[in-house]
T-cell receptor
Framework: GENVEQHPSTLSVQEGDSAVIKCTYS??????FPWYKQELGKRPQLIID?????GEKKDQRIAVTLNKTAKHFSLHITETQPEDSAVYFC?????????????FGPGTSLSVIP | GAGVSQSPSNKVTEKGKDVELRCDPI?????LYWYRQSLGQGLEFLIY????????KSGLPSDRFSAERTGGSVSTLTIQRTQQEDSAVYLC????????????FGPGTRLTVL
């Protein structure tokens, strides 16, 4: 089955700097890659996703890139702010069936230092 | 509209007791997922429902864990003969059930087994 790895496990940046989180996946049939943000004590929420027919997607300060050949994808956060501090989970969705099960990575704890 | 709700929010039980955790998905969402999140850990997939059927039970840790869904809506996760290692936050999520859709998470049930 699908296996998703994520690096780094913890990341600390100064406010205003950029943060990059990288993920790899194992199932070449996966075609959907969402990113979820979980603030302390709260539920995970989708922040951005990318499908296999595109290589990059941007939404304000957040961007995701996908390299299907290498089976890795990344989250880029620019001009980080303290409210970006959270745990970020990448995920991959195998497309072997018609449902949308996703396999999550272990998470990256991001701290933005004011 | 109403989001995903879970009950109870907290459950403390003694080792060996059975517990039932409840999830009310967003109305109209056909897909429902259960995850387990141990302290500081990632999202461990447990089971998935499409309607009332569970095509993927691969994540259930042991035969002490079971889940059902009735009427295509409410789901219950049952843990029999609880063990201390079952202590975790149990998260439920629902999605429209179409391929590659956002999952909406509930607030979780924090289970503590003494």
């Amino acid at each position: 089955g699908e296996n998703v790895e994520q690096h780094p496990s913890t990341l600390s940046v100064q406010e205003g700097d950029s943060a990059v989180i990288k993920c790899t996946y194992s199932d070449s049939a996966s075609n959907y890659f969402p990113w979820y943000k979980q603030e302390l004590g709260k539920r995970p929420q989708l922040i951005i996703d990318i499908r296999s027919n595109v290589g990059e997607k941007k939404d304000q300060r957040i961007a995701v890139t996908l390299n299907k050949t290498a089976k890795h994808f990344s989250l880029h956060i620019t001009e980080t702010q303290p409210e970006d501090s959270a745990v970020y989970f990448c995920a991959a969705s195998p497309s072997k069936t018609s449902y949308d099960k996703v396999i999550f990575g272990p998470g990256t704890s991001l701290s933005v230092i004011p | 509209g109403a989001g995903v709700s879970q009950s109870p929010s907290n459950k403390v039980t003694e080792k060996g007791k059975d517990v039932e955790l409840r999830c009310d998905p967003i109305s109209g969402h056909t897909a429902l997922y259960w995850y387990r999140q141990s302290l500081g850990q990632g999202l461990e997939f447990l089971i998935y429902f499409q309607g009332n059927s569970a095509p993927d039970k691969s994540g259930l840790p042991s035969d002490r864990f079971s889940a059902e869904r009735t009427g295509g809506s409410v789901s219950t996760l049952t843990i029999q003969r609880t063990q201390q290692e079952d202590s975790a936050v149990y998260l439920c999520a629902s999605s429209p059930g179409l391929v590659n859709n956002e999952q909406f998470f509930g607030p979780g049930t924090r289970l503590t087994v003494l």
